[in-house]
Structure formats: structure tokens, C-alpha cells
């Protein structure tokens, strides 16, 4: 009988709904929480002992799981904890750093297959650290550079053959007076190089333009590769085709070897099991290594392109080969 899986997701995670359901439809008992339900509908009772490591249970009013018993974690942007009403701001931070160290210090401490540990889907979400991670497993990186000097960005722009591109370092979502903007990549123009005023206020990561021939999503589930061709067919699309969804198409494609090699590499040396990855294919054929999102989104992939991506899922964290 397969253990029961742990899924740690957003209650409103629809892409995660398809995982829940795969798991199900093969009769895994599965155990699905937010964080957001703790404490005040999820609980927990967690001992160890020097004869046994972590033991307990997590319950809901209708649910619960023996933390032994679990076999595997899917872990998906959770939310934030919840707390009872009529707490001060700093009793509420202080019962979030409690929760954090306790639910989260327990569950990450489970010995079983995780897609992914938090603790390195943190590291991983650091771009520099990807970079050079990809370089050092053979991958093809742009020439990039994370500064807030100016003149520094100039002497760059100066030593590059063809333009370059600025773009976020982290997230490029923001929330601003109560909506969702996202900070898309920009090619830069001599006249954004004559004026960089603003650029000393944080770091920015400046990269190289490579020219396009399409980009590539890939999917990395394990020793599994789901790799879908993105043409754009917009200006906008084609700086980055995540500001024009409408414009683009489509098709699976085939990985070179030697990208599938440095790819392996890279999600081993992060100590990965999933990561969405953005790639370049040049005109001349030639892939080139962008960023790989831990958490990144692959249900609108699976949708369009129909590879099996949730079945990937679920088979890796029942350790299905």
C-alpha cells in the first residue's frame, strides 16, 4: 500500500487540485493543508525522543495523518498563517515566528521525498546562485551583471557586441494600492543608458540580449523533461512573452543532450525534483540557460501542449520511475 502523501498548498491552488486528484485516482491517501489553516483549523502534536524521530499527527476537524507514516510532501507557495482576532501586531509576530519554528521546523524535518524542501527551493530562488550553478554544469548562460552603479551599467552596455535587457532579480510581481502588477524584462534604448537615475535605489540584473529564434519551457519533474517550444507572435511577446499570453503558440520539442545533461546537473546540484525552466534558442540553434522558478507554474503548459506533467508529479512523489 503506497504511504500517504503530504501536500502543502494554497487552499485556492487549482494546479495543485490536478496533482490532489491524479494521487487520488490512484487510491493515495492524500493529507492537503495551508499553512493559513494554522492554528485555528489545523493542529498539530509532534514528538521526538531519542528512541524514534518525529511522531504525531497533523488534524483538521474532518482529517489526520501520522507524521511516520508520511511518504512524500508536495510543497506549493502556501499561505500565510492565520491567527484568532483580537492579538496585537507584535503578539501576532511573534506567533507567526513560533508557528514558522514549530509546524515548519517539524515538517521539514520529515525523512521523505519532497517536491521540494522549502529550505532549498529558498536557496534556489536566488538568481545569482542559479547562474552560477548553470555555468558550472556546462550550461550556456548571457553575460549578466547585478549592480546599483550607474556607471557601472554603462561600462557593461559598452563591452557587449548588441543591446541588453534589464530585468527583476526576484519575483516581478508587486501589489500596488491593491493591485497585481508584474515588472515585465525591458530592452534597454540609448536613452534609458543616458538616464539611470534610480538605478542606485536597489539591485537590478542586467543582462546580454539574446537574439530569439523562440524561447522553451521546461518542465524538469525528476529524471523527466517536458520541453514546449514558446513563438511569439507580438513585439511585446517577443521582449518577454509573459506580458502577451494571447500572442503565443506552442509546440513540444525535443531536448539537446547536452542541455539535458547540464540541466540534471543543475537540479541536482540545488537539490531539486521540479523546476520550471526558461531557455533561449538562438538562430543558430543553440540553447541558452535563463532562470529555472522552483515553484514555477506548469499547469497552462500541460494544458496547451497536454504532456503529462501532474502524472509526472504524483509519480515522483510516490518515487515511481
Not at 493515495?28 to 495551508?34: A, L, P, Q, T
Not at 543582462?207 to 529564434?213: I, M, N, R, V, Y
Not at 522553451?216 to 514558446?230: D, K, N, Q, S, W
Request: include cysteine; charged fraction near 20%; aromatic fraction near 8%.
Amino acid at each position: 500500500m503506497s504511504l500517504p502523501v503530504l501536500v502543502i498548498a494554497a487552499n485556492d491552488d487549482w494546479p495543485t487540485d490536478r496533482v490532489v486528484t491524479e494521487l487520488t485516482d490512484r487510491r493515495v491517501e492524500v493529507f492537503r493543508m495551508d499553512t493559513a489553516d494554522f492554528p485555528q483549523q489545523l493542529s498539530l502534536t509532534g514528538r521526538i525522543d531519542r528512541g524514534h524521530g518525529w511522531a504525531g499527527e497533523l488534524a483538521t476537524a474532518h482529517r489526520t495523518v501520522e507524521l511516520s507514516r508520511v511518504g512524500g510532501v508536495y510543497y506549493r507557495a502556501p499561505g500565510a498563517f492565520q491567527f484568532p482576532g483580537g492579538m496585537t501586531a507584535p503578539e501576532e509576530r511573534f506567533a507567526a515566528a513560533q508557528a514558522r519554528s514549530g509546524l515548519g521546523g517539524v515538517l521539514s524535518a520529515l525523512d521523505c521525498r519532497w517536491v521540494n524542501h522549502p529550505t532549498f527551493m529558498a536557496r534556489a530562488e536566488y538568481k545569482p546562485v542559479q547562474l552560477d550553478a548553470a555555468r558550472a554544469c556546462g550550461l550556456r548562460i548571457p553575460p549578466t551583471l547585478i549592480t546599483n552603479r550607474p556607471e557601472a551599467v554603462r561600462q557593461f552596455a559598452a563591452e557587449l557586441p548588441g543591446p541588453l535587457i534589464c530585468k527583476p532579480v526576484s519575483s516581478p510581481v508587486l501589489i500596488e494600492d491593491g493591485q497585481l502588477k508584474t515588472v515585465y524584462t525591458r530592452r534597454l534604448t540609448p536613452e534609458d543608458l543616458a538616464d539611470l537615475r534610480g538605478i542606485e535605489t536597489t539591485a537590478h540584473l542586467f543582462q546580454a540580449w539574446l537574439d530569439k529564434s523562440h524561447e522553451v519551457r521546461l518542465t524538469v519533474v525528476g529524471r523527466r523533461m517536458f520541453a514546449a517550444e514558446i513563438h511569439a507572435d507580438s513585439e511585446a511577446a517577443h521582449e518577454d512573452w509573459r506580458s502577451d499570453y494571447g500572442s503565443l503558440a506552442y509546440t513540444t520539442t525535443t531536448v539537446p543532450p547536452d542541455v539535458v545533461a547540464g540541466m540534471r546537473g543543475l537540479m541536482d546540484r540545488l537539490h531539486l525534483r521540479y523546476g520550471a525552466a526558461d531557455l533561449v534558442v538562438d538562430p543558430s540553434g543553440r540553447w541558452w540557460f535563463l532562470e529555472v522558478n522552483p515553484c514555477g507554474q506548469w499547469d497552462w503548459i500541460q494544458g496547451a501542449t497536454g504532456q503529462p506533467i501532474a502524472a509526472a508529479i504524483a509519480d515522483e512523489l510516490q518515487g515511481v520511475t
